[in-house]
């Protein structure tokens, strides 16, 4: 939760409650999403005594689909202006969406004025011929009805929702990063967000329906530990290097009661899942990136990227540069400064821009209000009946 203007952002309350009610980004029991968003909302509130009333928020599911397209028109008075650049971006924004999606971004690849491309601002040029390249950013329809529900349901009202990755970029990734290319690896509980930045521009994404949830369950099923045992082991001993023994014997929690389980059984269960989810990553970037190989590598976020070992094994398997990405700049406060907030942070700072340049985000949002207008009736029958 944050104060935010055009020039500064003021942390107030900082919240984090068990996930409830959803499996692989996907709300699958609204009462119980409802309420964990209403837990975590409650607790920021008593933290900064301020009552929150709207929210921005992500989505990362396995139905998000990114569809290029073009347009192209004439160049009304010779030099490029605003509208032409609206007109462009609407033509090429005229592309057939089935009826169980939504747009939720519309991106620019770059501008092209008499054959010239790579252009990142036409306008005041001087032209015939104004065309884009698109990239266009769709989302389940019923995905997000529930997600604005959810909220509605909790107290909240939705101002937008975002792409996840988009967010956690903005959070972490350097301009040098976007310009010369990199990976944003977002790793969540459910899923595993992927985008693919060139040139200062977002090219594309993919999600993968497995996410550190999955080390969590492993651990808990071979170890007969309750699940919020696993994740506090798994958090407090991550994997050992290759070749390391680790001789420390730890007394875990068991469903039968205490049990003594060995470091190296930890790091072994912890390093095989982490594999075989780096290995679907490894498939998931050489399918964005065909030949093209970004020259700064890869930037992971999200709990697991902080997991002891896990950098050292993901530089191993992609065989790529490898940092792992935290919320920066100059309003970021310690707590902040951690992976794991990539996603809530990034969405502050659209907000922001949002605020400091409306014009800037409009090609970003797609048009939810249609489905804000269905929900908050609907929403207003459910609590009326």
Request: charged share 20%; aromatic share 4%.
């Amino acid at each position: 939760m944050a104060e935010v203007n055009a020039d500064s952002i003021n942390f107030r309350g900082i919240s984090m409650t068990q996930s409830r009610g959803v499996r692989k980004g996907m709300i699958i029991d609204m009462e119980s999403a409802s309420r964990a968003i209403r837990a975590s909302l409650n607790a920021a509130q008593k933290l900064s005594n301020v009552e929150i009333k709207e929210v921005y928020a992500g989505i990362a599911d396995n139905h998000i689909k990114c569809t290029t397209n073009t347009g192209a028109v004439g160049i009304a008075r010779g030099t490029v202006r605003q509208r032409d650049i609206d007109w462009v971006m609407e033509t090429a924004s005229s592309v057939y969406i089935p009826l169980n999606k939504e747009v939720m971004h519309i991106i620019p690849l770059e501008y092209i004025v008499d054959g010239e491309g790579q252009i990142n601002n036409p306008l005041g040029m001087r032209g015939v011929r104004l065309e884009t390249n698109v990239q266009i950013v769709t989302g389940s329809t019923n995905s997000l009805h529930n997600l604005i529900r959810c909220c509605e349901m909790a107290g909240v009202s939705v101002i937008d929702i975002v792409l996840e990755p988009l967010v956690s970029a903005m959070a972490t990734l350097r301009d040098d990063e976007k310009e010369c290319g990199c990976i944003l690896v977002d790793i969540g509980g459910g899923t595993t967000d992927i985008a693919l930045f060139r040139d200062s521009r977002f090219i594309s994404t993919a999600i993968l329906d497995l996410g550190g949830n999955q080390i969590t369950n492993d651990i808990s099923v071979c170890l007969a530990i309750p699940v919020q045992e696993a994740e506090r082991i798994q958090k407090a001993y991550g994997m050992r290097s290759s070749g390391e023994y680790d001789p420390e014997e730890i007394t875990v929690t068991a469903i039968s009661g205490e049990k003594i389980i060995s470091a190296n059984l930890i790091s072994d269960i912890i390093k095989s899942r982490s594999e075989e989810l780096l290995n679907l990553i490894k498939s998931e970037i050489a399918r964005l990136c065909g030949n093209y190989t970004p020259s700064f590598g890869v930037v992971f976020t999200g709990g697991v990227a902080q997991l002891k070992g896990f950098e050292m094994l993901a530089h191993s398997i992609l065989n790529m540069p490898v940092r792992v990405g935290i919320p920066e700049g100059r309003d970021m406060i310690d707590m902040v400064r951690n992976p794991i907030y990539a996603t809530a942070v990034g969405l502050i700072l659209y907000a922001q821009k949002s605020m400091d340049d409306p014009s800037s985000m409009e090609l970003l949002a797609g048009d939810l209000s249609h489905i804000r207008k269905w929900i908050k009736g609907l929403v207003g029958k459910l609590f009326s009946a």
